[in-house]
């Protein structure tokens, strides 16, 4: 029997763009940290001064104290679905202010992100390397 019924040839398999591979691998990434018990975080974005938040997405984080980092590192991604779903927001983008809660607690009000601080994350990171060339430091002398 033939393996290809009918007449003609096969259709070419459509390739999977760029983004859609990055989706799926972010949406491996969370359900991983989700079956691991990591608090989720729905994720809105409002126009500055308005009261109406919109729904944009689901982030999980570690810590709690990482989850501005979080908005603001995944910003892009979160811009493109809420262009998306809420047209408005992308007439407004240069207004736009990002929020979020614990997505158990949907009673809750949804707290301001605010964006970190861009040399924070550089001085944390220079001081741990500061260490571990003085602890490598010390262990070549003795």
């Known amino acids: 029997m033939a ?3 009918g ?7 459509p390739k999977v763009s760029k983004r859609s591979q990055d989706r799926a691998v972010a949406s491996t990434k969370y359900d991983k940290m ?5 608090p989720e975080y729905e994720v809105y974005i409002r126009i500055q001064d308005k009261k109406q938040w919109f ?7 570690q810590r709690s104290s990482q989850i501005n980092a979080a908005i603001f590192d995944s910003q892009e991604q979160l811009l493109q679905g809420a262009f ?4 408005i927001l992308k007439k407004n983008q240069t207004q736009l202010e990002y929020g979020y809660r614990l997505k158990e607690f949907k009673d809750e ?3 301001l992100a605010v ?15 500061g260490i571990k060339n003085r602890f490598a430091a010390l262990t070549k002398r003795g």
């Open 7 to 13: 007449f003609g040839k096969p259709k070419p398999q």
């Open 34 to 38: 989700k079956a691991d018990g990591l």
């Open 109 to 111: 009000p949804i707290q």
């Open 55 to 61: 729904p944009v997405g689901v982030i999980s984080v």
């Open 115 to 129: 964006k970190p601080a861009t040399g924070a994350k550089g001085a944390w990171q220079g001081a741990i390397d």
């Open 3 to 5: 393996a290809n019924p």
């Open 84 to 87: 998306r779903m809420f047209p």
